[in-house]
């Protein structure tokens, strides 16, 4: 099983992989000796869509034998296109996700290609469109059970991803994710519960909450909720040593939120990770106008304002899109400054990728930013970022840090961890994975801290 793309879609890919062991069908060490490779692909951009194809072209030349089925977001986007490519047996939307477990399950029981049909899936409405291979899925995600990709207790992740929420309503004129994910949909709260009780009857210390628009948890739900209520939920009634959020929209840290972090983000092991990712995406007003994006710049910094006064020491990062279409020098000026002013510790920095079927594709063709402009506002950024990380980062050597060890190799004398905010941790002895342990921080590491486990 191959994944590619956010923490809401390796999810789904941990999911099916604990489905087919579930079933007593092996995982092979590699995609060089499987039967059937699964490629749960990302489409969030055209390099996602380049590297996806790329890998299935290089799995072929390499195990020629293997039957092959694609699904995620490119799956869902472009069929067509991911059908063509050369020995993929099946081609499965995100919109029937949960059916892809037993399609690879029956192509690795049948000699031939199969030739699977609607009405021989349950649960499967008639296809949007078919393609000379199975090719299963619809544009209509109100069937979709989230639920039925049960959540992979048993992953082989020290940190796995939990997925409460798929799907987004906010139409920003970049984003394909509507289309390929659907509307927003929630995972009730005692599923959630009932999952996250199972990490934690299995030993788990960590556990990444996560969704395509997080915050909107809850509110589809009948009767509808918040996602501070799910939250909260979870800390008050499981005994997980470690919650951490992936990426919530700014206009979704609410005052309810912001009073768990009061509460269970501190102490000598913090509950709640001290770790926020607000995706930003640009710090110009004029380009998130264009963008269709919900908040101001002035909205944006007040939320981590109120963040960094009560998480100090959080990790704080956001997702910044460069070259949008318009994006001149002065507007990209704004958003440089825009940043420089803020206490990111990091940035999650991409190039705009025109996304057919999107407003954005028409402003790309009428006024798109030089490639060339691109690769030198992207480098600005990260230079800026690389003085900002590594201040951050200076300043806890001497101090003791809450971190989770990392399932190492053997073969190597030292133990990699995570912090709870969010920090790379190289410890100088061999540790147990999966341990929650309190560490003095040493020195600096290229990426992260060093340091030793504390008594």
């Not at 619809?138 to 796995?160: C, G, I, M």
């Not at 506002?377 to 970022?385: E, F, T």
Request: net charge neutral; aromatic share 6%; proline share 6%.
């Amino acid at each position: 099983m191959e994944n590619f793309g956010c923490r809401a879609s390796r999810s789904d890919g941990e999911s099916i992989a604990a489905s087919l062991r579930h079933d007593g069908i092996p995982e092979a060490a590699d995609p060089t000796a499987a039967h059937v490779v699964i490629v749960n692909t990302c489409s969030v951009t055209a390099e996602a869509d380049r590297q996806a194809r790329a890998w299935i072209r290089r799995v072929r030349r390499q195990n020629p034998t293997a039957r092959v089925v694609v699904t995620g977001c490119y799956a869902q986007r472009a069929p067509d296109e991911v059908a063509a490519l050369p020995g993929v047996d099946a081609v499965i939307g995100n919109s029937h996700k949960s059916l892809v477990a037993e399609t690879a399950a029956a192509l690795g029981t049948n000699a031939g290609r199969v030739s699977l049909d609607a009405q021989s899936l349950p649960q499967a409405p008639a296809p949007q469109s078919f393609v000379p291979l199975t090719s299963i899925l619809h544009d209509d995600f109100a069937h979709s059970e989230l639920a039925t990709l049960a959540f992979a207790a048993d992953a082989h992740q020290t940190r796995p991803n939990l997925k409460v929420q798929d799907g987004c309503g906010n139409r920003c004129s970049f984003c394909i994710i509507p289309a390929t994910r659907g509307p927003s949909r929630s995972v009730t709260l005692q599923a959630c519960i009932d999952s996250v009780d199972r990490f934690v009857s299995r030993g788990g210390k960590e556990l990444v909450l996560s969704g395509i628009n997080l915050g909107r948890w809850g509110r589809d739900l009948q009767p509808a909720a918040r996602f501070e209520d799910l939250v909260h939920a979870i800390l008050t009634r499981t005994a997980l040593p470690r919650l951490r959020l992936s990426s919530i929209e700014p206009m979704d840290w609410s005052a309810g939120l912001l009073a768990l972090y009061r509460e269970f983000a501190t102490g000598e092991h913090p509950r709640l990770a001290r770790h926020a990712h607000l995706p930003l995406q640009s710090g110009s007003d004029a380009i998130l106008r264009r963008m269709y994006r919900r908040y101001r710049p002035w909205h944006y910094a007040e939320r981590l304002a109120q963040i960094r006064a009560l998480l100090p020491d959080a990790a704080i990062g956001a997702d910044v899109m460069i070259g949008f279409p318009g994006e001149t020098d002065a507007l990209f000026d704004e958003t440089y400054r825009f940043i420089a002013a803020q206490p990111f510790t990091y940035l999650h920095l991409f190039p705009f990728s025109a996304r057919p079927g999107t407003p954005a594709w028409e402003l790309h063709r009428q006024n798109p930013v030089p490639v060339s402009a691109v690769h030198e506002r992207m480098a600005a950024l990260r230079r800026l970022m690389s003085e900002k990380f590594r201040a951050f980062r200076a300043q806890f050597v001497g101090r003791v840090l809450s971190a989770v060890t990392i399932e190492a190799d053997n073969a190597e004398p030292a133990t990699e961890a995570v912090t709870d905010n969010f920090l790379k941790l190289k410890l100088e002895a061999p540790l147990a994975g999966n341990s929650l342990i309190a560490t003095r921080i040493t020195s600096l590491s290229p990426d992260g801290l060093c340091g030793t486990a504390t008594a």
